[in-house]
T-cell receptor, first 112, second 112 residues
Framework: EPEVTQTPSHQVTQMGQEVILRCVPI?????FYWYRQILGQKVEFLVS????????KSEIFDDQFSVERPDGSNFTLKIRSTKLEDSAMYFC??????????FGEGSRLTVL | GEDVEQSLFLSVREGDSSVINCTYT??????LYWYKQEPGAGLQLLTY?????DMKQDQRLTVLLNKKDKHLSLRIADTQTGDSAIYFC????????????FGSGTRLSIRP
């Protein structure tokens, strides 16, 4: 069964460092998303991406965040200068249409 | 605005039915979802229902939608220890454009 895969599963970084989280969405999907979940809290929307551009982003997705689909298969989330409060589980999701999302297992980011 | 509310905890005896409830605010919701998250894992789509449906059944899972009261429930029949997880209610609406909004999640624990 096709699935969304994310790497790394866990990354530990120092505050101020750049981090890139990678996702391989399901191959025929057209809609891509990043969500995050701070430990014990809600799953929060970060950004959606369709047709090679951002379609919507939340207040959390400030100038420190960017997304890219560099090669037609990967979908990356970059955090330019990490802060302690960026520590969270980051989930990538993809869908054929906007209504049905399949999530990856997540990448846990720990900022020290 | 969009908001999805759930109770935080539910404890049931093994073999009993579990009923997890959710309320949402956006009457233009088109899809309503239940996701399951096991400890340390990603978000697994369990089932979803279109807003023009009242009920959907899938093996041990029954989803009921009361659109008038904006109330969604998930019933798990014959609850097993493997059902222990956090269950997230989520909605997709045209007013939220291209994202799904999650509730806070209900932690289901199973008593022997």
């Amino acid at each position: 069964e096709p699935e969304v895969t994310q790497t790394p599963s866990h990354q530990v970084t120092q505050m101020g460092q750049e981090v890139i989280l990678r996702c391989v969405p399901i191959s025929n999907h057209l809609y891509f998303y990043w969500y995050r979940q701070i430990l014990g809290q809600k799953v929060e929307f970060l950004v959606s991406f369709y047709n090679n551009e951002i379609s919507e982003k939340s207040e959390i997705f400030d100038d420190q965040f960017s997304v890219e689909r560099p090669d037609g298969s990967n979908f990356t989330l970059k955090i330019r200068s990490t802060k302690l409060e960026d520590s969270a589980m980051y989930f990538c999701a993809s869908g054929e249409g906007p209504g049905e999302l399949f999530f990856g297992e997540g990448s846990r980011l720990t900022v020290l | 605005g969009e908001d999805v509310e759930q109770s935080l905890f539910l404890s049931v005896r093994e073999g009993d039915s579990s009923v997890i409830n959710c309320t949402y605010t956006d009457s233009s919701s088109t899809y309503l979802y239940w996701y399951k998250q096991e400890p340390g894992a990603g978000l697994q789509l369990l089932t979803y229902i279109f807003s023009n449906m009242d009920m959907k059944q899938d093996q041990r899972l029954t989803v009921l939608l009361n659109k008038k009261d904006k109330h969604l429930s998930l019933r798990i029949a014959d609850t097993q220890t493997g059902d222990s997880a956090i269950y997230f209610c989520a909605e997709y609406t045209y007013s939220s454009a291209s994202k799904i909004i999650f509730g806070s999640g209900t932690r289901l624990s199973i008593r022997p």
